[in-house]
């Protein structure tokens, strides 16, 4: 395994990092399609031995489940990795149950601590920007919590790049702890992040890590033009069904595919090697089993000319955009 510093700070992380989304095992809603325990402790342990210390998960996957199960899986062993969380989402239907209030950071940290059996998160997210709390709230709250070494540094995800510009400077003029990390939707089938967001990303020296970088499991090649999706994620996972599937993704599919059989490494791979040669600091993958997961570390070593990266990025066509998929 490769390590790579996050961003601009000392701390050290897996050029791979395993997403938690997929761990829950809730048996109906948006998060039917994950695991339980018994299933995700396996794929959890052979990514430590694997050499990947970095782990993203957040407070609403599976409502809570994610992170219990992350805890649980790597007690004893926590001190070796570097754990990442998130907050914003409703956990809860009251009003103060949901976004980056002082008061719903600080309670929704201490829930996270509980459920990942820890005393520190590592990198504390804003999972998205919160338009009725001012910034400088929430920087303040998340400046709180490293000072108090409850957390070691903040980063956030998805939101607009003037956002993302306000809450730096607001951080620098006011002399508070700044993000160090964009967790992004970023991928060979959804690239609007570099009009913006990534070129900001490079000048502030900010870590990038994208989410969803096989997009949701369209980029494995497991979905074929034509041909009638199957599999539970397929079935229960509705943004993989919604965000993918035009006629333009099959076309940078297929010619992923050809790199691919090239290479002799397979379309996932690829997909990931392409991430790796555009400057990101490690891609947070998610998979369903231990041999999807071996399959995905070897994508470290894959290398791309810069004609494969052309190749790969010509079928691409922008999306008309509304807000942050
Ligand atoms: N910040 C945010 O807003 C946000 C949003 C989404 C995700 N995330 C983070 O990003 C992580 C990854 O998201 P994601 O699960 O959508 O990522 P992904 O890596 O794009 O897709 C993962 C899916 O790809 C399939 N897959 C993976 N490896 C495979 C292989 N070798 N062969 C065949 N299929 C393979 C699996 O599908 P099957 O289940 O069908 O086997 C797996 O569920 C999450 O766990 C979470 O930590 C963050």
Known sequence: MDYVRLGNTGMTVSRICLGCMGFGGLKTGNFSWTLNYEKSKPIIDRAIDLGINFFDTADVYSDGKSEEILGRAIQGRRDELVIASKVYNPTGPLPNERGLSRRHVRQELKRSLGRLRTRYIDLYQTHRWDYETPIEETLRA????????LVNYIGASSMWAWQFAKALYKSDSLGLERFVSMQ?????CYREEE???????????IALLPWSPLARGFLTGKYGRGARP???RYSRDQLLRERYFRKEDFD???????????????????????LLHKGVTSPIVGVSSVSQLEELVESTSVNLSPHDLKRLEQPYRRRATEGHV
């Open 142 to 149: 998340l400046d709180e919590l490293v000072r108090s070494s």
């Open 184 to 188: 992004n939707h970023y991928n060979l």
């Open 195 to 205: 009009l913006e967001m990534i070129p900001l990303c490079r000048e502030e020296k």
């Open 230 to 232: 199957a599999g539970k």
């Open 252 to 274: 940078v599919l297929e010619e992923t595919g050809e790199v691919a059989k090239e290479k002799g490494a397979t379309v996932a791979q690829v997909a990931l090697a392409w």
